[in-house]
């Protein structure tokens, strides 16, 4: 009886340097589970080659020609809302990070991640989860609690003392079953507390989440 033929992980790679995506093509191609289906060099062909190729992620630097990789993330997304879009950069500046953050990304790590952490980072959040780097994590949140919360933020309806808590775990960066391990609950049980979170803070993705949590610990 023959297997049962495994579903690759297809990626497209946008990078402005020849070099990099070279490198990254043959440091990728030992992982049989992915499949390198295009590559970009700019903002242009990045949106051209992801509607056209329709992969499940976009692995994205920051700084392209003709443009932001994130202004290009945002809109792969509008696009495309099941796209995964990675960030893959050596730009840890607080900006570019929390920018990066808020347009959607499901990921941010650092070019100096090595080959098995990249591979695991891209699995993750083809997964569904989000990844922050470690190096970056604290770049962000120390930004972000020396803001001020969006008056908005106040508006939207008040979470239950449950999704408090799954909240404050989700912002620790937990995972769903790190969650329901913690509280006694059911996976089943934190994704329905996580959908009602975002539905009540108007917000889609775990990342985004973090970052209202820092905003309000702040005051």
């Excluded at 507390?193 to 993705?205: A, P, V």
């Amino acid at each position: 009886m023959a297997r049962p033929k495994i579903e690759k992980i297809r990626l497209v790679l946008v990078d402005d340097h020849e070099v990099v995506r070279v490198g990254l093509k043959t440091l990728l191609s030992r992982a049989t589970q992915l499949q390198i289906v295009g590559e970009a060099a700019s903002v242009a062909e990045a949106i051209t080659e992801v509607t056209r190729l329709k992969p499940d992620i976009v692995l994205l630097d920051i700084r392209l020609p003709d443009g932001s990789g994130i202004d290009a993330g945002r809109e792969i997304l509008a696009l495309s809302p099941d796209i995964k879009v990675l960030f893959l950069t050596s730009h840890t500046d607080d900006d570019t990070v929390l920018a990066a953050v808020m347009a959607g990304a499901h990921g941010y790590v650092l070019k100096e991640i090595d080959s098995k952490g990249l591979i695991d980072s891209i699995e993750k959040v083809v997964s569904g989860e989000s990844i922050l780097d470690p190096g970056i994590i604290q770049k962000v949140l120390s930004w972000m609690k020396g803001q001020a919360v969006p008056g908005n933020f106040v508006k939207r309806d008040p979470l239950s003392p449950q999704e408090e808590r799954v909240l404050a775990l989700v912002a620790e960066g937990k995972t769903n079953k790190e969650i329901a391990s913690e509280l006694d609950l059911s996976d089943k049980t934190v994704k329905n507390y996580l959908s009602n979170i975002f539905s009540k803070l108007e917000i889609s993705r775990r990342s985004q989440a973090a970052a209202f949590f820092a905003k309000r610990s702040s005051h």
